[in-house]
């Protein structure tokens, strides 16, 4: 209790606050600018921390990493190019809305969730932390194969166009997860003989390539043929009212507890705990079918998993020393720089400044609210320019935030052509949704059941049989089976009425 009052004391100090909202406002910015995720935000700024003393150093980068982990979501709901790859399943029902006139309440729902999920987990980590450390632990291949199994369930609900060719379009996104060295063997597959894909294809160029650069293909496409390349409507922001959250206070809960839960397991983080956020959500809803066309609960739930990821990420990394998520390896790095390392003897040695980050955390998220006000106000009056302004704009911040993932011109080049294809699939029905999410999931199922089968000696009923994967293998065959229930439910109450 005193290193938590002594924490609280050195979280509200008016340096620590200033630092706090300098590493939100920049995350929220940062966030926003496709291509610069919440990892390389928080490398950015580590430069300025070096001749700063610790606690203020490491606020302002936990911060900085809440603000990213929103800032994504203002750009994927008004231009669908998903700002960073924890807000690609946002995209799905956040651009439909805006489309229809919404994009003031999607992103005031967006940003009531962000703050919901954010102050969930900011407030579990002070309460659960060592126990959530002892279930990380648990965590071997088979469990991340059954997660990634798990996430794969949400293309079954992704959308309301053919299932088959969602799941042609999943199976494609798994294809490619498999281009690039083996990391079991070092074999090099599918490279064509060029070194430039030694390393596979990163998920990123081609998640803002589909999205976002076929996107503005479509757009400039239909404003042509329209003869329409006027401004748009003017944006305001809505936020969420006591009304919607007892309307969607079970998806905000569960989507809480996902991203909590997913984000204290090593090397998974905001991305997949949205994907299984939203695959819950659509499994749960009695509109299923409806959702990739604007549906509220498209947006909180995804929105309200990858904002409690944050904490979740935290907490093997400040009590183990490992790597919750690729952003939390740098903030690792950040604690090293300052003479400090995560471990279970920080609690002994720091225990003051473990609860300042965790009460920092919590600060940084209630100025998401700020953020969601004026922030996002100036993004919204972007999406007013005619569109012959707007789509070249967002041609270009494609370009940057693809060349600036390692610098490497194929990844713009990998961007253009997901952009291509990306068009294509929208034309004809298919589910860009579903390419990313196995593109994504592929390089989780595929390097964790190599392991586990190299483990089990070959014994594939081992990944069912662990004490944790089997009850999480159940789950995914269950929410594959939901779709076909509901539809045998429909028929029978039709048949009935008859």
Known sequence: MDAIIQGLLSGLAPTNLMFAFLGCASGILFGALPGISSAMGVVLLLPFTYQMDGIPAIILLVSNFCGSTFGGSVTSILFATPGTPESVMTVLDGHPMHKQGKGGKALGLATSASIMGGLFS??????????????????????????????????????????????????LGLVLATFGTDEITGITRFNFGSAEFVNGIHFIPVMIGAFALSEVFMQAMEKIQRHDLSMTKKVKVEFMTWVEFLRYKWVILKSAVIG??????????????????????????????????????????????????????????????????????????????????????????????????????????????????????????VSRFPYFLQGPTILLLCFIGSFALGTDMMNAWIMLLAGVVGFFMKKYGFNIAGLVLGLVLGELIEANIRKMMIIA?????????????????LLAFGAMMVPHVKKWISIRKIQTAE
């Open 260 to 381: 909590m839960v997913v984000g204290v397991l090593p090397g998974t983080g905001g991305t997949i705990a949205s994907v299984l956020a939203y695959s819950e959500a659509v499994r749960s809803s009695e509109q299923s079918e409806k959702f990739g066309t604007g549906m509220p609960e498209g947006v909180v739930a995804p929105e309200t998993a990858n904002n409690a990821s944050t904490g979740g990420a935290l907490v093997p990394t400040l009590t183990l020393g490992i790597p919750g998520s690729g952003t939390t390896a740098v903030i690792l790095g950040a604690f090293i720089v300052h003479g400090m390392r995560p471990g279970p003897l920080l609690f002994i040695s720091q225990p003051t400044l473990l609860y300042a980050v965790f009460i920092s955390m919590i600060i940084a998220n209630i100025m998401l609210f700020w953020g969601g006000i004026y922030g996002v106000r100036i993004f919204a009056q």
């Open 122 to 171: 900011a407030t579990m980590m002070v309460i659960l932390v060592v126990p959530l450390s002892k279930v990380a632990l648990e965590f071997g291949p088979a469990e991340y194969v059954a997660l990634g199994i798990l996430g794969m369930t949400a293309i079954a609900g992704l959308g309301s166009g053919s299932q088959l060719k969602t799941l042609i379009s999943g199976v």
């Open 457 to 473: 000696g070959g014994d594939w009923l081992e990944l069912f049989l662990r004490p944790i994967a089997g009850p999480i293998f």
